[in-house]
């Protein structure tokens, strides 16, 4: 037994008066008004799964033979006098279909058991199970690895004999059925272990949210490589909080913004609910729950062994958690959606959607609702009051319009964010009150010349991105992602494509306030978490993208609904069914903007007689083609590119897993980067493209498999390090003038040798001078690049570019730099707030006597990081290192490496040191102030 410290046995003394204080004195206003408050700090975690201790009667062998989904063969395979002597045996675990794709049937003889309620509980059937008891039709499960249990009362015959059938459906890889225990009928979402409140975790890790616990781990060969090479597995959080006795009467509620993945919630021992997707966000009530003046304990069971995509996809609570105390009449959550028209330039119509909640369960008489328009300065510019009554237990809608005069429209230029106040208030009291940020634009899609944004074309300058950093993972916290959507803007890039799930909220409020357009996407085709949607598959729930829509459809970012990416049922009347029942959801939930999705093959086919707009993936020699099939269908590339390529890197080499950073490397279905934009920019009818992708992420290794770790995509690495081929976006997408030399000029030992020089620019001409000697001028082709073969001496390599008029208009230097004698930091911000989340990222650069980045340094690079912050991570860009993710230390690679700083949750200053064997050290401070959220 561990005995608490002095301090900590004052803290739990004197905490719930301190917390009670606060949440009963947070609202501003007279009355009630919600308090939200985020939970993200001091969870304790646990990493591997605490089973329950099952007992019953194992079901040991099964005969087994290849199959069909045949309703037929139900009946004949569970007569009780079946022949099963020419079907194969198999043992609990066995691999019966090694990499086949299709069915198998399973069946057993289930022993004789008296309980009066028999459960079969399988620890995994790879990948689908249809189970039959006695030729009756019990349960279908879909997921791998995924534990489920099958009530057998329905079915079973007290007497025997008892038939057990099972059709497995395997999509890929290895195939059969786990472990299976014919056992008494119990709830195992019932609390037990940590589930309870009860439970010890005085041992386990206090961390902060976000958390992604799989990159914490170590590579391992034989871990699932297109997730990165990262071992999955089961975590437990276990959560204490306080709720003030003020707070009962009130509606609490929970909400997770996201959880990879199929996690499982109790609250004071009491089981709130399941939740499969790892991409959508999932809220409880918990008002029945909970302890009031008292604290309260949640317990959450993370399950990040079974994939949803194929990409790295991490694990753990990796968004923000947020309790919400709130009035029983209260606005129903997402339950704001302001849209705006815009008949001239000199006023906009706003539509105002509000639902209100009564939770109650007696009748409080009329409210009023009141909508505030305000400004960019926060000073109001129009107002709307209506009365409404909500019977108890009931929700109602409630639409109101407003004109706004003169208004500033949403641009990728100037951003301008409006702020609807909707309060709810009854008498003098104000009952709730939720703020939401708008946009006052125009969006539309012509088939011949593309996309308009108030009016104005403007060409989809876009990139794809998955979640992902070095460091930590997908557990990026905000000021992260706003700087993800910085980075891609210095580019050029316009344009962001969630791919292939929803977004962090926070992103798209990035997206908002730095002006970048969002094809937003959802997870699934239906009804499925299987990383593809087999045939057969449901699609009546839905209830994920109704979350997705209601959740995001405020965002003026967000000019497009996508619902899938390369589905395999995209071509067929099946999928195109499915889509339009998704089409309709979305259209009932926000009828402003259309619904598209990635298709990389089949176009003019299936989804494509259904959407809004086409999306093609790749097969930029299939543009034309389209336009001329489809002529009033809008087209926009919606995946393009796939160029691999390798910061510092300037020849393959598939033993260490480079990839050359010259333009020249595509996998078989991808173009180069100039392949790639040429197509795009030359069509008008295109509207535009998103390239694969804006950033390097974990998994997906191509061209190469391990040592590779992560992808080679990136127009940046996984630390945001440019590599060439960005800045040859950056010349064709920037609206200044450019030019970009490659590759570096250190080649000692190669004196003499040819070496290959490109420039990329946006200029007329381009002239080369090496050691000041002109080595030609060049004129610059549209979307393309010049370059020379240049004997290699050592000196300095000068590109100046010209414009029509022969002047200098842009330059860029190379220079072969001396041995490494420094290290140098470089923070992305010096200021952080104590909240225990964000992060500085410094960038360490290798550097000679002159301060000049050595291109090929490889130094061991260690950190030491004092005060009121830790390291969250480290990186380098090197798509094969394998040392950790978290760690003190990092190899630079090719002169580059990066340290990722968190701030604690107290103000201070954050010492960081960086040095190397052999080199003279760097150190920066950083400092943190103080911050309410924690």
Known sequence: MTHPRRWEKVFWVFAPLLLSFLFTTLPSQKGNARV????????????????????????????????????????????????????????????????????????????????????LHFDSVDDNATVYLNGKFLLHHEGWDDPFNVPLQSAWRPNGPNVLLVLVQNTAGAGGIGNTLLMPYVNLDAARGPALPSYNDSLWRVVHLPHDFVVEGNYDEKADGSHGFLPTNVAWYRKHFYIPASAKGKSIWLYFEGIYRDSRFWLNGHFLGRHQSGYIGVRYDISPFLHYGAWNVLAVRVDARR?????????????????????????????????????SSRQALLTIQ?????????????????????????????????????????????VQNISLSNPHLWSLESPYLYTAISRIEQGNDVLDEVKTEFGVRTIEFRADTGFYLNGKP?????????????????????????????????????????????????????????????????????????PKTPHGAPYSDLSDLKAMIQRDR?????IMWSMCNEEPLQGTEEGARIFAAMKRVVLSLDPTRPVTCAMNGDWGKGISNVEDLQGGNYNPGGYDWFHEHFPNKPFFASEAGSTVSDRGIYENDPQKGYVSAYDLNAPPWAQTAEDTWRPVAERPF????????????RGEPTPYWWPCVNSHFGLMDMCGFPKDNYYYYKAWWGDKPIVHILPHWNWQGQEG????????????EVELFLNGQSLGKKPMPKWGHVEWSVPYQPGTLEAKAYNAAGQTVATDVVETTGPAAALRLRPSTTTLPADGEEVALIEVDVVDAQGRTVPTADNLVHFQVSGAGTIAGVGNGDPSCHQPNIADYRSAFNGKCMLVVRAGEHAGLIHVRASADGLAPAEVTLTTTPSSLK
Request: glycine share 8%; with cysteine; net charge negative.
């Open 36 to 119: 939200r408050t985020r939970l993200d700090d001091n969870w304790r975690f646990h990493l591997g799964d605490i089973p329950s201790s099952l007992q019953g009667v194992p079901i040991t062998q099964w005969y087994w033979q290849q199959g069909e989904n045949d309703p037929k063969d139900v009946i004949t395979y569970s007569n009780p006098q079946f022949d099963t002597s020419q079907w194969n045996t198999a043992t609990p675990g066995q691999d019966t279909f090694h990499g086949r794709v299709g069915y198998s049937w399973y069946r057993t003889l289930l022993p004789s058991v008296t309980y009066p309620q028999p459960m």
């Open 307 to 343: 994939a949803e995509g194929w990409w790295y996809e991490g694990g753990g609570i990796y968004r923000h958690v947020w309790l919400t105390i709130a009035d029983p009449i209260h606005i129903t959550p997402w339950g704001v959606f302001v849209t705006s028209q815009l008949p």
């Open 354 to 398: 509000t639902t209100v909640t009564n939770a109650s369960h007696q009748s409080r008489g009329p409210v009023r609702l009141l909508s505030l328009i305000l400004d960019a300065t926060g000073q109001t510019v129009a107002r709307s009051s209506s009365t409404l009554f909500v019977p108890p237990g009931q929700t109602r809608q409630l």
């Open 458 to 530: 403007v060409k989809l300058l876009g990139t794809c991105n998955h979640q992902d950093f070095a460091g930590v993972g997908i557990a990026m916290p905000d000021n992260l992602l706003w700087w993800h959507i910085a980075k891609l803007k210095e580019m050029g890039s316009n344009a962001y494509r969630c791919s292939h799930n929803p977004p962090s909220e926070e992103l798209l409020t990035a997206c908002d306030h730095l002006g970048m357009l969002v094809m937003d996407e959802n997870r699934h085709l239906g009804d499925v978490y299987s």
């Open 554 to 558: 405020n965002h003026p970012s967000i």
């Open 686 to 697: 295109v509207a535009g493209c998103f390239v694969w992708t804006g950033f390097d992420y």
């Open 753 to 764: 040798k040819p070496i290959s020089v490109w420039c990329y620019s946006n200029a007329d």
